[in-house]
T-cell receptor, first 115, second 114 residues
Framework: GAVVSQHPSWVICKSGTSVKIECRSLDFQATTMFWYRQFPKQSLMLMATSNEGSKATYEQGVEKDKFLINHASLTLSTLTVTSAHPEDSSFYIC???????????FGPGTRLTVL | SQQGEEDPQALSIQEGENATMNCSYKTSINNLQWYRQNSGRGLVHLILIRSNEREKHSGRLRVTLDTSKKSSSLLITASRAADTASYFCATERAGGTSYGKLTFGQGTILTVHP
């Protein structure tokens, strides 16, 4: 199956700093990438949808100025958590999708801990 | 809010037994997918069933879909200790603006004892 990578796999940062997470599709072109957040022992919540070359669309309740998403190429999307706070500590997972078929391929996730 | 509801929330069985997990959803869908997640890891895609399909098999997995009841079930036969993980259903809603977006259920934590 197709491979999606995320970098870094984990990051610890101080409150107030910004953190960038990369999501790459390694062997296919992803017309759409999705960013999810997962708190401990909970399910995944969709944060935003990112289409190559256009602005991301955010789900209700997700602050677009805090979670900056850039999808500059068909193989790379980035999520930047700006001015991170402890409540932003979570597991962030991206997925990538070709136009056809419908299957999404998930990255391994990035664990963010804000001190 | 999460569209999918899964039950049971947790399931504990012995190796060799079958495990059945259920998922319900609320809106019309294009497809329903099942994923597996080991603790602290990413998601592994197990199976996708389209809205016009009723049953699908893949190895020891059997998925059913009842669109009239808006529900799906995942059956794992002859379970193994290595099947221990969290299992999530995810629905892709019908409708242009929701294309590709997945809504995840709360998940079932499966523990298979050797």
């Amino acid at each position: 199956g197709a491979v999606v990578s995320q970098h870094p796999s984990w990051v610890i940062c101080k409150s107030g700093t910004s953190v960038k997470i990369e999501c790459r599709s390694l062997d296919f072109q992803a017309t759409t990438m999705f960013w999810y957040r997962q708190f401990p022992k909970q399910s995944l919540m969709l944060m935003a949808t990112s289409n190559e070359g256009s602005k991301a669309t955010y789900e209700q309740g997700v602050e677009k100025d805090k979670f900056l998403i850039n999808h500059a190429s068909l193989t790379l999307s980035t999520l930047t958590v700006t001015s991170a706070h402890p409540e932003d500590s979570s597991f962030y997972i991206c997925s990538a999708r070709e136009r056809f078929p419908n299957e999404q391929f998930f990255g391994p996730g990035t664990r963010l801990t804000v001190l | 809010s999460q569209q999918g509801e899964e039950d049971p929330q947790a399931l504990s069985i012995q190796e060799g037994e079958n495990a059945t997990m259920n998922c319900s959803y609320k809106t019309s869908i294009n497809n329903l997918q099942w994923y597996r997640q080991n603790s602290g890891r990413g998601l592994v895609h197990l199976i996708l069933i389209r809205s016009n399909e009723r049953e699908k098999h893949s190895g020891r997995l059997r998925v059913t879909l009842d669109t009239s009841k808006k529900s799906s079930s995942l059956l794992i036969t002859a379970s193994r200790a290595a099947d221990t993980a969290s299992y999530f259903c995810a629905t892709e809603r019908a409708g242009g603006t929701s294309y590709g977006k997945l809504t995840f259920g709360q998940g079932t934590i499966l523990t298979v004892h050797p």
